[in-house]
């Protein structure tokens, strides 16, 4: 059984770092997949922020290209998120999915809220 | 790259069909079988229920379909239960710049 597990601060100031790690069992990161991060703010819908495959490819949303950064550690079976220069706006919960090579997510982590506030 | 359209809300009896649309562009659900459909609860993760525009995975039911036309996507939920009401969001694959981009999502309602 596939399982993915977002973690990190709940909190973030205003212009800091938004850091978050999904944790993937029951699956290698090494796999035909891509690891994909997407963000609801409350009461919103989905956004699609980008996507890692294990050889280093990178595809990311243009609208927040400038400020996010994924990354991958095969040697933990996890990949990573950050965000810079974070406002109000990016107050949201941030799900972590797996995505298969024909563009759907077929598994999702439960989602973690984080709140950018001072 | 702008997200691609749906209805805001639908609503159906039980028993009743219910058609959720999702339109884009040439680009992306025009050019690509590349649609998905998810089911959300309240509080809860996204759950998928249609890909590659009509396939559906193991363990969804039957009453879930879907289909394309031109640059239009739609989810059909036959046999409405009240199980079904939920937030449904489409997704595509869009060539430009390798994105995924998401429908706003539908409220669907079971009267």
């Known amino acids: 059984q596939v399982q993915l597990q977002e973690s990190g601060p709940g909190l973030v100031k205003p212009s800091g770092t938004l850091s978050l790690t999904c944790g993937v069992s029951?699956?290698?990161?090494?796999?035909?997949?891509?690891w994909t991060w997407v963000r609801q703010p409350p009461g919103k819908g989905l956004e699609w922020i980008g996507e890692?495959?294990?050889?280093?490819?990178?595809n990311y949303n243009p609208s927040l290209k400038s400020r996010v950064t994924i990354s991958i550690d095969k040697s933990k079976n996890q990949f990573s998120l950050k965000l810079s220069s974070v406002t109000a706006a990016d107050t949201a919960v941030y799900f972590c999915a797996r995505e298969s090579l024909e563009s759907y997510f077929d598994y999702w982590g439960r989602g973690t809220l984080v709140t950018v506030s001072s | 790259q702008s997200a691609l359209t749906q209805p805001p809300s639908a609503s159906g009896s039980p028993g009743q069909s219910v058609t959720i649309s999702c339109t884009g562009t040439?680009?992306?659900?025009?050019?690509?079988?590349?649609v998905s459909w998810y089911q959300q609860y309240p509080g809860q993760a996204p759950k998928l229920v249609i890909y590659?525009?009509?396939k559906r995975p193991s363990g969804v039911p039957a009453r879930f379909s879907g289909s394309k036309s031109g640059n239009t996507a739609s989810l059909t939920v036959s046999g409405l239960q009240a199980e079904d009401e939920a937030v449904y969001y489409c997704?595509?694959?869009?060539?430009?710049?390798?994105?995924?981009?998401f429908g706003g999502g539908t409220k669907l309602t079971v009267l």
């Open positions: 997704n595509s694959y869009a060539a430009s710049n390798n994105l995924r981009v």
């Open positions: 890692i495959y294990h050889s280093g490819i990178i």
């Open positions: 040439s680009s992306d659900v025009g050019r690509f079988n590349y």
């Open positions: 029951g699956a290698s990161i090494s796999s035909s997949y891509w």
């Open positions: 590659e525009v009509t």
